[in-house]
């Protein structure tokens, strides 16, 4: 008797407090997308494009970047802009916002989603590549941040950062790039709490990918993954609706991403050794 109101009240609550996505959220909204040359950010860049955004796009490649900015203007975006040069460069992360400010006045929404090239093998003991690394992954979306809060915080924005399960849990043959996506969970993280203190309208949603067939995912994972990566196209249509609806984090693609999250505090070993067991070492030759 007492169970049938209080699902009922369970599931009005959800409903309630679920705000659907409209594509024309992003319409005429100000975006920065880094590492938009290829992959995922490449294809968020067509999905805003689609709604109607003004994009600026970023990586090191200008002739990848010139087609997909022609393409953007063919599927319907405000406006479409680039800048090329390697985040490693702090001066470069900090000029992509002030290039913002001046073609728009201002900025909506700034997704982090660039990386640098790593490898996927046993820890080499490289400590210049982990340094190296962590510049271009998390220093620069740092420095990204704190030049654009000023604006994001006039416009009520957001900020998006592309990170990875493994910025959540161990896995093998990571090492350099899994400290580089955890540094951006404990910064993030940490800056969120201070905004909400603050009062102040800029969200975070930390976007927690898991196996996405891109090229480069393709090239360097896929001989050790049991199962194909994800579509492109809908993890970077996730992303954007997750940022336009101020989440806190994303799961993509969700049962692979949220299972084992919840597993990991209450059986880490468990988890550890799933996770082995889901990849084919045998085929990773130390190198
Ligand atoms: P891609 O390799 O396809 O894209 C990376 C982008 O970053 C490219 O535009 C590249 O362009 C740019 N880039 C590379 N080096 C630099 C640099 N030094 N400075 C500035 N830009 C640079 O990656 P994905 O699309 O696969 O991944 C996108 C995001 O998703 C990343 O944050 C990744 O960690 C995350 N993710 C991806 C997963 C997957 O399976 N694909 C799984 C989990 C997370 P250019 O070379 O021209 O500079």
């Not at 957001?158 to 951006?184: C, Q």
């Not at 984090?249 to 082995?276: K, M």
């Amino acid at each position: 008797k007492i169970l049938v109101p209080f699902v009922g009240l369970v599931l009005a609550f959800c409903f309630y407090s679920k705000e659907d996505f409209k594509p024309e959220m992003l319409k005429g909204k100000r975006v920065i997308v880094t590492g938009a040359s290829t992959g995922i950010g490449e294809q968020m860049a067509y999905h805003l494009a689609r709604m109607g955004a003004h994009v600026l796009i970023t990586a090191r490649t200008e002739a990848k970047l010139q087609k997909v900015v022609t393409w953007c203007l063919e599927l319907g975006a405000a406006s479409a802009h680039y800048m090329y040069g390697s985040m490693e460069d702090m001066a470069l992360a900090e000029d992509v916002v002030k290039e913002a400010k001046q073609l728009w006045g201002g900025l909506d929404m700034l997704i982090l989603n660039h990386i640098g090239y790593t490898y996927f093998n046993y820890f080499d003991g490289d400590v210049e590549h982990l340094r190296k690394l962590l510049e271009i992954n998390f220093l620069s979306y740092v420095a990204m941040t704190v030049s654009a809060l000023p604006v994001l915080k006039e416009s009520g924005g957001s900020i998006l950062v592309v990170s990875s399960t493994a910025g959540k849990v161990g896995i093998p043959f990571v090492a350099p790039y899994s400290a580089t996506k955890f540094a951006l969970d404990g910064f993030f993280s940490s800056l969120r709490q201070e905004l909400i203190i603050e009062n102040i309208n800029v969200s975070i949603t930390l976007c927690i990918l898991g196996h996405i067939a891109t090229e480069t995912a393709e090239k360097t994972v896929s001989h050790v993954m049991q199962k194909p990566g994800a579509p492109k196209e809908e993890c970077a249509l996730e992303i954007i609706k997750s940022g336009a609806l101020r989440k806190r984090e994303l799961y993509y693609p969700y049962a692979a991403v949220r299972i084992p999250l919840l597993i990991r505090d209450w059986a880490p070993e468990f988890l550890d050794s799933f996770t082995r067991n889901r990849l084919n070492v045998e085929n990773v030759k130390r190198s």
